[in-house]
């Protein structure tokens, strides 16, 4: 496979503030690639070196091999669509996407024969003399896409395009986006801080916080194995717990809660730099009133706060004897728990498998947390 | 509805009243027969006297449309790629360069009147047509820089990259993005810009020399050997051409909106 995007050691600094920090990641031909991120963690900085709209401080981005330092962003073969769309509103459908082919001096003909197939193609043949703003929100971002797509360029490059989008919408331009890529087979690198958008879309997908990489992986890696507590908490949903990390007599570790209540763990770890860890269980590994009477299993009785009812992504707010904090648990809609009140007391349980465990690391993913 | 109070009726009645009641009794007298201030008869002597017998006051407007015209265009220019470079670049004289070009705006007249005299004089730049023109270029260019500027500022900065982006040159970005997407704001800065030059005295009055009267000044010269009914049939066509222009700018606008 060739490589189509490769970024070397990209540095970018503003004044003192590193926004962008020793990032390196490389994109195969054909890939949907995503950046994924908190606001504000160099990930848009990063996007617009790459279109040219920033010269980095420091390291190398090449296309398809070629190094793109010296490089107008109207000279390189990559092209971004918008967070704001940025369509031009003086003009038409039609005139907003020829714009590009016009700046290369191609022929009326073969402009027109490009637009409409192009138009065709995402699912809005004959809309060429409608104004801007004569379209939806969705459509104006099929737009946007179709301007950029019809240069045929070796990366398509977007910045949170669907954050203007409302829910229902976004959702099922996830898929659009999804299916619209492997059909073009355009490689898309792609900028989020919405991990469900992410985890969708992408063959691959790097995380990335305070201007560092901190896992690239396909969205199951990141979700099963997370490299950092960060990863462990962005990516998915998960239960943090503040533990410290014990070593029992025969070498095994275990973690122990505030309360004094220890939990099973699975692995080993370094406790030199410390014993401060923090133990994370997705609410879907959680299980309610578990059955099989396990070894590896984790179990307490808890009493149930509140029933988040949510369709199929419904939960159960509860409180385990004894903690602080409460934990997050999946509800499954399959009539077995229906009879849960808030209120009710419960055994709640998980393999010690499916949790993982990191060095305390604070940061926040927003301020008001 | 609650009906309106009559106080309220008074003084709309009133104001309009305040507002019009001037420019009747202008029109009425320019159809005076006699040139005194009581009324005498109808007649167009005064109208006739105008278009075939005043060569100093037709030089004069000549001078005026002349100045309007040339310095609304070069002001224009000037302003219009101020705005845009104010708009699009970075640089570290941005916020004062905004605030000096607005000095103008807020200086009264006579300042800069008195200041551009001092600066011609001191060049020694003799006093012509051409130094109105360049005082009305000066005092016009603010006008259209910020009118170009507001347009700008309704739009993202990110229409410009955007258009950087899929290829066009900065030169390509200024002509097919930039001009197009501020022509109502350039348009309305030369109308605006040809009305002030038109209607200035103050400034004028310091900056022309012979043989360069325009309009305004024609007519305060004029008034000092008393009011002449050749000025009301003046103003009356004045009037007229007036409402002509802003009601075919409004339709130019509207049908620019529209397209």
Known sequence: MQIALSVKNVTKRFGDFVAVDDVSLSVEDGKFFSILGPSGCGKTTLLRMIAGFYEQSGGTIELRGQDMTDVEPNKRPVNLVFQNLALFPMMNVYENIAFGLRRRGEKSPAIAKKVNGLLERVGLPGAGKKTIDQLSGGQRQRIAIARCLVLDPTVLLLDEPLGALDAKLREHMKVELKKLQAQVGTTFVYITHDQSEAMVMSDAVAVMNAGRFEQIGTPQELYHNPASSFVAQFVGNNNKLRAVMHKDERGGFFARYGNGMDFKVDGAFDLSGGDAYDLFVRPESLVINPVEAKQELNVMPAAVKAILFDGGNSRLLVTPDGFADELVVALPQTKQFDHIRAGDRVRIGWDASKSVCFKRADWKIYDDE | ?259
């Open chain 2, 1 to 259: 509805m609650r009906k309106r109070s009559s106080f309220s009726k008074a003084v709309f009645i009133g104001t309009i009243v305040f507002l019009s009641l001037p420019l009747l009794v202008l029109v009425l007298y320019s159809f005076n027969e006699s040139k005194s201030g009581s009324w005498t008869g109808f007649s167009l002597r005064w109208y006739v006297k105008l278009f075939t017998d005043s060569p100093q006051l037709w030089r004069a407007f000549g001078n005026s449309v002349i100045v309007a015209l040339s310095s609304a265009l070069v002001a224009t220019m000037i302003g219009t790629l101020g705005a845009v470079a104010v708009n699009w670049y970075k640089f570290r004289l941005r916020k004062y360069l905004r605030t000096i070009t607005f000095l103008p705006m807020i200086l009264p007249e006579i300042i800069i009147g008195v200041s551009l005299l001092v600066f011609f004089s001191g060049i020694g730049l003799k006093l012509s047509l051409f130094t109105v023109f360049v005082a009305h270029v000066s005092f016009n260019l603010p006008f259209v820089f910020l009118l170009v500027l507001a347009r700008l500022e309704e739009f993202d900065f990110s229409i410009i990259e955007a258009a950087r982006d899929l290829g066009a040159s900065e030169t390509q970005t200024l002509l097919k993005v930039i001009l197009p997407i501020s022509m109502p704001g350039i348009i309305s800065g030369f109308l605006t810009a040809v009305t002030l030059s038109l209607e200035d005295f103050v400034i004028t009055f310091f900056v022309t020399g012979p043989g360069a009267t325009t309009l305004p000044l024609y007519v305060y010269s004029a008034i000092r050997f008393g009011v002449s009914p050749v000025i009301n049939a003046l103003s009356v066509v004045m009037i007229l051409g007036t409402v002509a222009l802003t009601w075919s700018t409004r339709n130019f606008l509207k049908y620019i909106a529209a397209k």
